[in-house]
């Protein structure tokens, strides 16, 4: 089989945190695929992003500079613009046009948070008449009302829930003309693959999940059991409306576990960003001076390092909110198959009480509280076992993760492709 040559265009790459985009070049066969990345150029972090957590990848990539539009509020302006007419996709086209040979290539991949860069691989796929893939990895629906722009809009501004919605049906309706060019569509989860089926019924749309690294997070075996019960999370909350954990506060407030709350026999350690500590911290302000004692906070780490940190702790805590009409909806984040590779016991507040809480029921010992006195019984268990200085037994755990991994994800991106050109 000839090598065919693939035009990648996507919103992220390291040093951001892109941890899609990155597996699948790592991982696609290069034998049968060459890959030229164009992405656009991210000075710095801002409160927006996972910031950079990533190394910079060896991956040759073409990353193009922003358009210049205000010396001051740049950043915001530029946003405004993308959604109201998608400059970003229109200077992207344009410099690929000028400066690329599009007749080399044999596909058009795309790979998006919301929006950019499917308009331009649409228009490019329009104007060549090469088959696009287009992957939407998180979509506006997925969010609550507020929660689908990475930074809140100013609480000053006129209007603003009238803001929200107002761009909010912009990004889905120049999300859904682009994916009409698309030859197949590409997603994260089965709800987003339903509801970006319905939207689009002539038009295949696969779910490939994101799954994990199995080269990074590998299980090693439970040291000694001793307390204090270490429970660890990593990353950040985009708001309490999407990611709550106050049924494992809740639970520790509980007298049920005062005896060892009281003498610091549990620790809850937060790896997160300033802005993600400051909305627990303002949360924490309702509990017991016992309750906020027990919270340990640590900037966030790169990648590379999650797993070591993930590997020292007795419990891995995943945050989440029950789904709702106004709520989040077919969230599948990556830290869940992270976290069930490392196989140590899982607690998932608050339960989805969907496709989350129904793959941490497959993998075994977890928890995906819906109460408060669930969290009580599930940490009162462990903090019993660890004092006995009991280890977990062998079968805790199924091999359902295994599935998940990047190494498969890669394959089902490949065979996709492979059905295209």
């Given at each position: 089989?000839?090598?065919?040559?693939?035009?990648?265009?996507?919103?992220?790459?390291?040093?951001?945190?892109?941890?899609?985009?990155?597996?699948?070049?790592?991982?696609?066969?290069?034998?049968?695929?060459?890959v030229d990345v164009v992405s656009e150029e991210i000075r710095g972090d801002h409160r927006g992003s996972h910031g950079s957590v990533?190394?910079?990848?060896?991956?040759?990539?073409?990353?193009?500079?922003?358009?210049?539009?205000?010396?001051?509020?740049?950043?915001?302006?530029?946003?405004?613009?993308?959604?109201?007419?998608?400059?970003?996709?229109?200077?992207?086209?344009?410099?690929?046009?000028?400066?690329?040979?599009?007749?080399?290539?044999?596909?058009?991949?795309?790979?998006?948070?919301?929006?950019?860069?499917?308009?331009?691989?649409?228009?490019?796929?329009?104007?060549?008449?090469?088959?696009?893939?287009?992957?939407?990895?998180?979509?506006?629906?997925?969010?609550?009302?507020?929660?689908?722009?990475?930074?809140?809009?100013?609480?000053?501004?006129?209007?603003?829930?009238?803001?929200?919605?107002?761009?909010?049906?912009?990004?889905?309706?120049?999300?859904?003309?682009?994916?009409?060019?698309?030859?197949?569509?590409?997603?994260?989860?089965?709800?987003?693959?339903?509801?970006?089926?319905?939207?689009?019924?002539?038009?295949?749309?696969?779910?490939?999940?994101?799954?994990?690294?199995?080269?990074?997070?590998?299980?090693?075996?439970?040291?000694?059991?001793?307390?204090?019960?270490?429970?660890?999370?990593?990353?950040?909350?985009?708001?309490?409306?999407?990611?709550?954990?106050?049924?494992?506060?809740?639970?520790?407030?509980?007298?049920?576990?005062?005896?060892?709350?009281?003498?610091?026999?549990?620790?809850?350690?937060?790896?997160?960003?300033?802005?993600?500590?400051?909305?627990?911290?303002?949360?924490?302000?309702?509990?017991?001076?016992?309750?906020?004692?027990?919270?340990?906070?640590?900037?966030?780490?790169?990648?590379?390092?999650?797993?070591?940190?993930?590997?020292?702790?007795?419990?891995?805590?995943?945050?989440?909110?029950?789904?709702?009409?106004?709520?989040?909806?077919?969230?599948?984040?990556?830290?869940?198959?992270?976290?069930?590779?490392?196989?140590?016991?899982?607690?998932?507040?608050?339960?989805?009480?969907?496709?989350?809480?129904?793959?941490?029921?497959?993998?075994?010992?977890?928890?995906?509280?819906?109460?408060?006195?669930?969290?009580?019984?599930?940490?009162?268990?462990?903090?019993?076992?660890?004092?006995?200085?009991?280890?977990?037994?062998?079968?805790?755990?199924?091999?359902?993760?295994?599935?998940?991994?990047?190494?498969?994800?890669?394959?089902?991106?490949?065979?996709?492709?492979?059905t295209l050109v």
């Amino acid at each position: 089989m000839r090598s065919h040559r693939i035009l990648l265009l996507t919103d992220l790459l390291p040093p951001q945190f892109a941890p899609r985009i990155t597996a699948l070049l790592q991982r696609l066969p290069q034998g049968d695929w060459q890959v030229d990345v164009v992405s656009e150029e991210i000075r710095g972090d801002h409160r927006g992003s996972h910031g950079s957590v990533e190394q910079k990848s060896s991956l040759p990539a073409h990353r193009l500079e922003r358009v210049s539009l205000a010396p001051r509020r740049g950043r915001s302006l530029y946003a405004l613009a993308d959604a109201l007419w998608q400059v970003k996709s229109r200077h992207l086209v344009r410099h690929l046009r000028q400066h690329y040979d599009l007749t080399q290539y044999a596909l058009i991949v795309g790979m998006s948070y919301r929006t950019f860069p499917l308009p331009a691989v649409a228009r490019l796929a329009r104007q060549t008449g090469l088959p696009a893939v287009m992957d939407c990895r998180d979509i506006v629906e997925e969010y609550t009302p507020e929660g689908f722009l990475p930074v809140p809009l100013p609480r000053w501004l006129p209007l603003r829930r009238e803001a929200y919605r107002w761009l909010r049906r912009r990004f889905i309706k120049a999300r859904t003309k682009a994916l009409k060019a698309a030859t197949a569509i590409t997603t994260v989860s089965e709800w987003h693959r339903d509801l970006l089926q319905q939207l689009h019924p002539d038009q295949q749309v696969v779910c490939i999940p994101n799954g994990y690294d199995e080269r990074l997070f590998v299980a090693s075996p439970e040291e000694a059991s001793q307390l204090p019960l270490r429970i660890v999370y990593t990353g950040r909350l985009l708001s309490l409306e999407m990611r709550d954990p106050t049924l494992l506060l809740e639970a520790l407030q509980d007298k049920a576990l005062s005896r060892w709350v009281c003498r610091g026999a549990v620790e809850i350690h937060w790896y997160c960003d300033v802005a993600s500590q400051q909305l627990l911290e303002s949360l924490l302000e309702g509990y017991s001076d016992e309750v906020r004692a027990c919270q340990y906070f640590h900037a966030m780490v790169p990648y590379a390092e999650v797993p070591t940190l993930l590997a020292q702790a007795d419990m891995l805590l995943l945050l989440g909110r029950r789904e709702q009409p106004e709520g989040p909806h077919g969230m599948v984040t990556t830290k869940l198959f992270e976290a069930m590779a490392m196989r140590r016991p899982i607690l998932m507040v608050e339960s989805d009480e969907s496709v989350v809480a129904q793959i941490l029921r497959a993998h075994g010992g977890a928890l995906a509280a819906t109460e408060v006195a669930q969290v009580v019984q599930f940490l009162a268990d462990h903090l019993k076992r660890l004092e006995r200085g009991e280890v977990l037994p062998i079968d805790t755990f199924t091999d359902h993760y295994q599935q998940y991994t990047r190494a498969a994800m890669a394959e089902a991106f490949a065979q996709l492709f492979g059905t295209l050109v």
